[in-house]
């Protein structure tokens, strides 16, 4: 049956223009990186990599722990995730903390080159090595000039306050109770 010619004109409307997409590639409206989830919290990864998609980005990866692995990629077959965090339960006692740190920056900074932003979420859990390894990928990614987003992750901000006050390209999102208390912290470190 042809299309009437009333419905013509409204498809075409909300259809782009796919002879101008040709030359386009997948990741050219955006590839961001997603930094959080531990065997606890795995919504707010979701939600920052889901949100990064249907606002227009390509690619979006989550990297997490691998507790965080499973239920992060079953709430949607859109995303990539990336089980790069290691939590400290799970360090072996018998292997340097440092080498399993150098690992887990080595492996994100394999991925940093290709990202166009990375955001860093709650749901990190309150693991200090898991922040000691998102401190360094945040240095990792300024050395790159990488856009950075810091969303809600007031808990990890303290370990790096120094580092991210003076660089121009990060954005930080704190709910105002967080900032309070954030900014006693801050004064006490200043």
């Known amino acids: 049956m042809a299309t009437p010619f009333i419905f013509r004109g409204a ?5 782009p223009d796919l002879s101008a997409l040709s030359s386009s590639y997948k990741g050219q409206a955006g590839k961001i990186g997603i930094v959080g989830g531990s065997k606890k919290y795995t919504g707010a990864p979701y939600f920052a990599a889901i949100t ?7 690619l979006s990866t989550v990297f997490c722990s691998d507790d965080a692995a499973i239920p992060i ?3 949607s077959p859109d ?8 939590p400290s339960q799970k360090l072996n006692p018998t292997i340097n903390n440092n080498e399993v740190m150098q690992d887990v ?3 994100m ?22 922040f000691d390894c998102v401190v360094k990928i945040i240095d ?9 987003v810091l969303d809600g992750v007031s808990s990890v901000i303290p370990f790096c306050f120094l580092s991210i006050v003076i660089y121009p390209f990060i954005h ?4 105002v109770i967080r900032c309070v208390g954030l900014c006693g912290i801050i004064i006490i470190i200043i």
Do not use: C, Q, W
């Open 109 to 130: 900074e394999e991925h940093i080159p290709r990202l166009t932003a990375l955001v860093i979420v709650p749901g990190l859990g309150r693991d200090g090595f898991v």
């Open 140 to 148: 990792s990614a300024k050395r790159r000039n990488l856009p950075i």
């Open 52 to 58: 990064a998609l249907k606002l227009g980005a390509d």
């Open 73 to 75: 990629k079953s709430y």
């Open 79 to 86: 995303l990539m995730v990336d089980p790069i965090l290691v």
């Open 11 to 15: 498809i075409a409307r909300i259809i």
């Open 172 to 175: 930080i999102f704190v709910g």
């Open 105 to 107: 920056v080595g492996e």
